[in-house]
């Protein structure tokens, strides 16, 4: 079985139920130990006594239970605001400090998977692996050619282990789902289906290898993300052979720092990078946790591993930054619509309580500016509202959350005061203020009308916050809204701003005033006397009747 298939699970495991037993028994009293020695050191005030010892317990435990409960331990690995920090410290091993199985096992398997002998591919390979995952371990070796490559190798027998233990997973949220303290519902096997679907994607290496040239195809030309390249003569559905990549795992703050590298500049291209997956090209890493990121030599994040990638519809990606901008701008009817456009609530929802609760939540994670906006605040305050409201996480969006609190985890263990919103409202900003594409043009027109009047202050705190990034450039940016305002697509933003700047037919000194504010700063003279008269001439070419609001 290739791809994960509920009901062929399913039936595999109802005729087998010794072997559902027999793991289930495994996993509670595993657990149930642990969580009883946690108790007696509560009931015998030894918690600070032992409390190195049962983060190391809890490491063990979960290598012992297998790649699975691995996975979840690499997911709080990354979450300080979650989990102890002794516990944090153990867990991060999780990430590449894992057990390797047998070492002439994984040759074998290489053989069988090339058809060839290993020293017939590789003409240098170490000994030993250099590190050890969850699903696999990997290998540092020297191709013919005189490429460096390191060399992914499955651990046996995984789709057996990973069907069962997903089972039991998928057998506890039906029966169980509806107990936690949080209103998933049903939704709770959809998101336990979407996480076995990736586990299975994620064990197949050809799959992986397509994963990582669509995403540098993605970040042709970026020259802060690095994508190793795939050696396709040496890869197979359990064997990836990649090329090697030099630098730092993110948590080495303090090799990167003696590299004479930023810490915080690597945050803010990891967030980038992560927003430009979810909102440019729609096809995201879902699983960036420490292990899988790296800062290179010159200074780049570089990703290393593809196999639990997810892609987004057009639409979605869209609606996303819409509800980012709804957020910061606190319009949060238009960000219950969004969340229904985006599944988090049904569409014949009635909102009107839910928008004053939303408010609550929001309103106080914001504060009083973005800056003190973080996922942390929100996840601890959103719960109670799931369980208040009829609110639901879709499938994909589990991933995507995942991915999200996974990415402000790590910068927040790099970084205590990092604030994900300085760096992803910018990029939404400029985002919305170029305008690539009709969906955004329409997001942008949403964001600026409200209520069929111009929202001056929303344009002029968007601008204000894209020229933080020093990315962005106004003078492009104007060029392109003009191009936009004077096409046939604009009729409606033209009728609009004119609405906006008249009243009694005349226009207000003070109106003109904040359009000057807006450009003065950008622009040279000469480059404002040549927008005025394109505008003038556009304006003219469009004509009176199709400028002019009709009556």
């Not at 096992?105 to 590190?131: N, T």
């Not at 030599?297 to 990638?309: E, H, Q």
Request: proline share 5%.
């Amino acid at each position: 079985m290739r791809r994960y298939d509920v009901k062929a699970i399913a039936n595999y495991y109802r005729r087998r139920p010794w072997k559902v037993l027999s793991r289930a028994l495994e996993v509670l009293w595993s657990f149930g130990f642990f969580l009883t020695c946690l108790l007696w050191d509560q009931w015998t005030h030894q918690v600070e006594y032992y409390k190195r010892q049962r983060a190391e317990d809890l490491r063990e435990l979960l290598t012992k239970l297998g790649p699975t409960f691995i996975k979840v331990g690499q997911a709080l690995s990354t979450r300080p605001d979650l989990v102890r920090r002794d516990f944090l410290e153990e867990l991060i091993k999780l990430q590449d400090q894992l057990p390797p199985f047998d070492n002439d096992l994984a040759f074998r398997l290489m053989e069988e998977q090339l058809g060839m002998k290993v020293d017939e591919a590789y003409r240098e390979i170490s000994a030993h692996p250099v590190a050890a995952a969850s699903l696999g371990q990997v290998y540092r070796a020297m191709l013919f050619s005189g490429e460096e490559v390191a060399v992914k190798v499955q651990r046996p027998n995984l789709r057996p282990r990973l069907s069962l233990d997903l089972y039991l997973m998928r057998l506890g949220a039906e029966k169980f789902g509806r107990f936690l303290p949080l209103n998933l519902g049903h939704d709770l096997t959809l998101i336990v289906d979407e996480f076995g679907i990736k586990l299975f994607e994620e064990i197949d290496y050809l799959n992986e290898g397509r994963n990582a040239e669509k995403f540098a195809e993605n970040f042709h030309g970026d020259a802060d993300v690095k994508v190793p390249c795939i050696y396709w003569q040496y890869s197979n559905q359990k064997v990836l052979t990649l090329e090697w990549i030099q630098g730092f795992k993110l948590t080495d703050i303090d090799k990167i720092r003696a590299a004479g590298l930023d810490p915080s500049n690597i945050i803010k291209i990891g967030v980038t990078s992560g927003l430009r997956q979810l909102l440019e090209h729609g096809f995201f890493h879902a699983d960036p946790h420490p292990g899988n990121l790296f800062a290179t030599l010159d200074g780049r994040m570089a990703y290393i591993d593809f196999g639990m990638m997810d892609q987004l519809e057009p639409g979605t990606k869209e609606t996303i930054a819409s509800s980012i901008v709804q957020l910061i701008n606190k319009d949060y009817l238009a960000l219950t619509e969004d969340f229904i456009a985006l599944g988090f609530l049904a569409p014949n929802t009635d909102i009107t309580p839910i928008i004053p609760a939303l408010e609550n939540v929001f309103g106080s994670a914001i504060g009083q500016s973005v800056q003190d906006f973080n996922f942390k605040t929100i996840t601890d305050d959103f719960s109670e509202l799931m369980y208040d409201y009829p609110f639901r996480v879709p499938a994909k969006f589990a991933l995507i959350i995942r991915s999200l609190v996974t990415q402000e985890g790590l910068a927040l263990s790099l970084d205590p005061n990092f604030k994900i919103v300085e760096v992803a409202y910018p990029y939404v900003a400029r985002r919305l203020l170029t305008g690539e594409s009709p969906q955004l043009r329409r997001q942008l027109i949403d964001v600026l009308f409200k209520n069929g009047k111009f929202q001056w202050q929303r344009l002029e705190n968007m601008l204000s916050i894209a020229r933080s990034d020093t990315k962005f450039d106004l003078l492009p940016t104007a060029q392109l809204g003009l191009q936009f305002l004077f096409s046939e697509e604009g009729l409606y933003l033209r009728r609009q701003i004119l609405l906006a700047l008249t009243e009694d037919d005349r226009l207000h000194t003070d109106e003109v005033q904040r359009i000057w504010g807006l450009v003065k700063d950008d622009f040279k003279p000469q480059e404002l006397v040549s927008v005025a008269w394109n505008a003038v001439r556009e304006f003219s070419l469009a004509g009176v009747s199709t400028i002019l609001p009709q009556r």
